[in-house]
């Protein structure tokens, strides 16, 4: 019951996405089983802080890792601190309790000599699936969305004359993000395919084999299908593409505050990670080439 209302809270009110729903309600479920095992006698409403504490370090000692400890923690906050707003606690038994601390990892990104190498082997490609596949992988690079965002791409979304696209981001946030005379072009190309493909209404801007919205699975088969292609990094997602795309930017001195407006970052600190990205990159070129750099 108060499970159903919270997630009916955030899907109204802060119009989280269902991704986003569903690990919280499997978080609180995974919670509630919990303290039953503790003692049938404790719920939600009666639990106290040591209650936390074990689970935590319950968690930690199964071998969670601490961004996922953290994670299921922040998921006790929202949820605690919506059911003090709401009256049904006086005391949070989140209150002052912290996660353990997490390394950064820095993200991993695909050169742009094997981006390069990537795009041409895909251009000498033919049919509608080679132009859709090569027309996502640049689409993912030349404006660094997210996954979700060029799924729910529309034809209505792109503006030709502009070379615009009009993305609804992360909680219902739209933005505009310019692209290029490559992507331009291969979106003439990818549209004029489409045309004679799309069968029905759909309005999707890219389409299965079927003639419907791609789907999320199917986007990120071909990314890793053809990322594998020219990478060796053990994850190639479309996530991969955006870190890409953001670091891509920042080394041909792109303004921080631009490239955190085109990710469509919320926050500023979100989007410095990548300076310490290419931070890295650079250092790893030093200790390569200098003489005195103290590695060779």
Same mark, same amino acid.
């Given at each position: 019951?108060?499970?159903?209302?919270?997630?009916?809270?955030?899907?109204?009110?802060?119009?989280?996405?269902?991704?986003?729903?569903?690990?919280?309600?499997?978080?609180?479920?995974?919670?509630?089983?919990?303290?039953?095992? $503790?003692?049938?006698?404790?719920?939600?409403?009666?639990?106290?802080?040591? $209650?936390?504490?074990?689970?935590?370090?319950?968690?930690?000692?199964?071998?969670?890792?601490?961004?996922?400890?953290?994670?299921?923690?922040?998921?006790?906050?929202?949820?605690?601190?919506?059911?003090?707003?709401?009256?049904?606690?006086?005391?949070?038994?989140?209150?002052?309790?912290?996660?353990?601390?997490?390394?950064?990892?820095?993200?991993?990104? $695909?050169?742009?000599?094997?981006?390069?190498?990537?795009?041409?082997?895909?251009?000498?490609?033919?049919?509608?699936?080679?132009?859709?596949?090569?027309?996502?992988?640049?689409?993912?690079?030349?404006?660094?969305?997210?996954?979700?965002?060029?799924?729910?791409?529309?034809?209505?979304?792109?503006?030709?004359?502009?070379?615009?696209?009009?993305?609804?981001?992360?909680?219902?946030?739209?933005?505009?993000?310019?692209?290029?005379?490559?992507?331009?072009?291969?979106?003439?190309?990818?549209?004029?395919?489409?045309?004679?493909?799309?069968?029905?209404?759909?309005?999707?801007?890219?389409?299965?084999?079927?003639?419907?919205?791609?789907?999320?699975?199917?986007?990120?088969?071909?990314?890793?299908?053809?990322?594998?292609?020219?990478?060796?990094?053990?994850?190639?997602?479309?996530?991969?593409?955006?870190?890409?795309?953001?670091?891509?930017?920042?080394?041909?001195?792109?303004?921080?505050?631009?490239?955190?407006?085109?990710?469509?970052?919320?926050?500023?600190?979100?989007?410095?990670?990548?300076?310490?990205?290419?931070?890295?990159?650079?250092?790893?070129?030093?200790?390569?080439?200098?003489?005195?750099?103290?590695?060779?």
């Amino acid at each position: 019951m108060l499970i159903d209302s919270f997630i009916g809270y955030l899907k109204v009110e802060r119009n989280c996405s269902p991704h986003t729903l569903r690990a919280y309600a499997k978080d609180l479920s995974s919670f509630k089983d919990y303290i039953a095992r $503790v003692d049938e006698s404790l719920s939600f409403l009666n639990i106290d802080t040591d $209650v936390v504490r074990m689970w935590v370090a319950g968690l930690i000692d199964d071998g969670a890792a601490p961004s996922s400890v953290n994670r299921r923690m922040s998921t006790l906050r929202a949820f605690y601190k919506y059911l003090c707003a709401e009256g049904h606690l006086s005391v949070n038994p989140m209150h002052a309790l912290q996660g353990p601390k997490c390394r950064k990892k820095l993200p991993s990104f $695909v050169k742009e000599n094997e981006i390069d190498e990537l795009l041409d082997t895909e251009e000498q490609k033919e049919g509608y699936a080679a132009c859709r596949n090569r027309m996502i992988m640049l689409c993912f690079y030349s404006t660094g969305i997210r996954l979700s965002e060029l799924v729910g791409l529309d034809i209505g979304s792109v503006d030709m004359n502009s070379s615009v696209i009009k993305v609804l981001g992360k909680r219902n946030r739209e933005r505009i993000v310019p692209f290029g005379a490559e992507m331009h072009e291969q979106l003439q190309r990818y549209l004029e395919q489409r045309g004679h493909y799309a069968t029905g209404e759909c309005s999707a801007l890219f389409l299965s084999s079927t003639g419907r919205r791609i789907s999320h699975s199917a986007v990120y088969r071909i990314v890793n299908s053809s990322l594998g292609g020219v990478t060796s990094l053990k994850k190639k997602s479309p996530h991969v593409l955006r870190h890409s795309f953001a670091t891509a930017m920042l080394n041909n001195n792109a303004e921080l505050g631009a490239v955190k407006e085109l990710l469509g970052h919320k926050r500023l600190a979100t989007t410095e990670i990548y300076t310490h990205l290419t931070f890295e990159e650079l250092k790893r070129f030093y200790d390569k080439a200098h003489p005195r750099a103290g590695n060779n």
